[in-house]
């Protein structure tokens, strides 16, 4: 995963904010209501993305009420303008790429200091289990495979387009 980010890094934004009048990023749009709570979103991110079903390893998390309440809660990345987790990057490994509309982290880049976790208002970025590197959502590079695997239509994709929501 680290050399496809490194090979996108030539359409990367160099600030740690996007300016005025540049591409705003698309973000993945979670609907409670509709939400069952079956979990494809998270298996099928972490297989995309280590090749193994850990949900430890995904980019989104879905933390499941198990006595039945309505209190599941989704953490994944708004791809917020002005990045915090960006901004607390010390050696800049998560920058914004034009072309897919995210924050990218290089994981070659990153130096497993966890000021991005920090920095995260969302929980939405965390420090891989096995390689003890940053990870957050990276739209799977714009394939956004939880969106199309989301069988309750849960989950859409916002700003893709026309900065509305542009569902799948």
Known sequence: MGAQISQQANST???????????????????????TACLSCVVVCSERHTGTS?????????????????DD???????????????ACPVGAIRFDQQTRAWLVDETMCDECGRCVEACPFDAIWMDPVTGRAIKCDLCGGATWCVVACPADALTVRGRETGEDDGK
């Not at 850990?54 to 039945?68: E, H, I, K, Q, W």
């Open 54 to 70: 850990a949900p430890s390893r995904a980019r989104l998390r879905l933390l499941v009420d198990l006595l039945g309440g309505t």
């Open 13 to 35: 934004s160099e600030g740690k904010g996007i300016k005025r009048g540049k591409i705003r990023p698309a973000r993945i749009h979670w609907d409670k209501e509709r939400c």
């Open 73 to 87: 809660v989704m953490q994944y990345c708004r791809q917020c303008g002005k990045a915090p987790c960006a901004e």
